[in-house]
Nanobody, 123 residues
Framework: QVQLEESGGGLVQAGGSLRLSCAASGRTFSRYVMGWFRQVPGKEREFVAGITWSGGNTRYADSVEGRFTISRDNAKNTVYLQMNSLKPEDTAVFYC????????????????WGQGTQVTVSS
């Protein structure tokens, strides 16, 4: 079994920055893909960013392109999401997720999920 634990959420003013971390533990697979998703109450969970094992391929939602950067440190089994120029509409619970294969945007195709970390952006 794989455990994912997010950290780094909090309250920040609009225009500010936060860096989220997601640490994987337990049974870890080689060459796994990591993704970040977010969800607000009453809405479906949506894809934010994803990264391949090598880090050579990343993918972003249009709404965060140019503001967010996903990266990973495989030695630490950790993936990061650097979020800059935050907007109030970025307020959500952010989740990390793991799957094998390629970066995809569909939540159902990820096998393991963290518990989430709250990000609140005030105006």
């Amino acid at each position: 079994q794989v455990q994912l634990e997010e950290s780094g959420g909090g309250l920040v003013q609009a225009g500010g920055s936060l860096r989220l971390s997601c640490a994987a533990s337990g049974r870890t697979f080689s060459r796994y893909v990591m993704g970040w998703f977010r969800q607000v109450p009453g809405k479906e969970r949506e894809f934010v960013a994803g990264i391949t094992w090598s880090g050579g391929n990343t993918r972003y939602a249009d709404s965060v392109e140019g503001r967010f950067t996903i990266s990973r440190d495989n030695a630490k089994n950790t993936v990061y999401l650097q979020m800059n120029s935050l907007k109030p509409e970025d307020t959500a619970v952010f989740y990390c997720a793991l799957r094998m294969g390629t970066v995809v945007t569909t939540t159902t195709r990820y096998d393991y999920w963290g518990q989430g970390t709250q990000v609140t952006v005030s105006s």
